[in-house]
């Protein structure tokens, strides 16, 4: 079966500093990629996929995201970030028949 | 755009109440989930759908049950609900032959 691993639960990163979040997933046999980022009480919404096409997939708020098969990774980046995106954001890798979810990155951008 | 809703934002229910958890997608999807999401623990699936009056087992189907008598429609139901069921419960729907899931707001259950 299919892993999702987010090592960092946490992430605190000044405003305007740059961030990584890092995901990595077991097996990389067709496997197409998400991030979703779920604001205080809310519901998941998606931030940006990799279904196939180029490695480097970016998100309308300044997100992106690289598929890198050889180290079964999906990193997400952000050069500078807002207060805004304080969040927590989940990784998740689609399998044709399963859905699978990493335990999620809290970030806190701190002004 | 794809649009999820639940019934509910917030529930508080006592020990031992029948649930009825209830969400609607409005994109004529075909595959219907329901997680619980626990703050350490991530998503976990409680049960799936692929089509009306289908439903599968998740990972935790303990103590629910589900119903989908509409494509519209998948319902979740704690048939005695207990203080270890307190949390957020989200609903997602996905396209047949699509990848990504789209989700509802959420319903931040309370049992005491």
């Known amino acids: 079966a299919q892993s999702v691993t987010q090592l960092d639960s946490q992430v605190p990163v000044f405003e305007e500093a740059p961030v990584e979040l890092r995901c990595n997933y077991s097996s990389s046999v067709s496997v197409y990629l998400f991030w979703y980022v779920q604001y205080p009480n809310q519901g998941l919404q998606l931030l940006l996929k990799?279904?196939?096409?180029?490695?480097l997939v970016e998100s309308i708020n300044g997100f992106e995201a690289e598929f890198n098969k050889s180290q079964t990774s999906f990193h997400l980046r952000k050069p500078s970030v807002h207060i805004s995106d304080t969040a927590e954001y989940f990784c998740a890798v689609s399998e044709p028949d399963q859905f699978y979810f990493g335990t999620g990155t809290s970030l806190t951008v701190i002004p | 755009d794809v649009k999820v809703t639940q019934s509910s934002r917030y529930l508080v229910k006592r020990t031992g109440e029948k649930v009825f958890l209830e969400c609607v997608q409005d994109?004529?999807?075909?595959?219907m989930f329901w997680y619980r999401q626990d703050p350490g623990l991530g998503l976990r699936l409680i049960y799936f759908?692929?089509?009306?009056?289908?439903?599968e087992k998740g990972d935790i189907p303990e103590g629910y049950s589900v119903s989908r008598e509409k494509k519209e429609r998948f319902s979740l139901i704690l048939e005695s609900a207990s203080t270890n069921q307190t949390s957020m419960y989200l609903c997602?729907?996905?396209?047949?032959?699509?990848?990504?899931?789209?989700f509802g707001p959420g319903t931040r259950l309370t049992v005491t």
């Open positions: 990799y279904l196939s096409g180029s490695t």
């Open positions: 994109m004529d999807h075909e595959n």
């Open positions: 759908s692929y089509d009306v009056k289908m439903k």
């Open positions: 997602a729907s996905r396209g047949q032959g699509h990848y990504e899931q789209y």
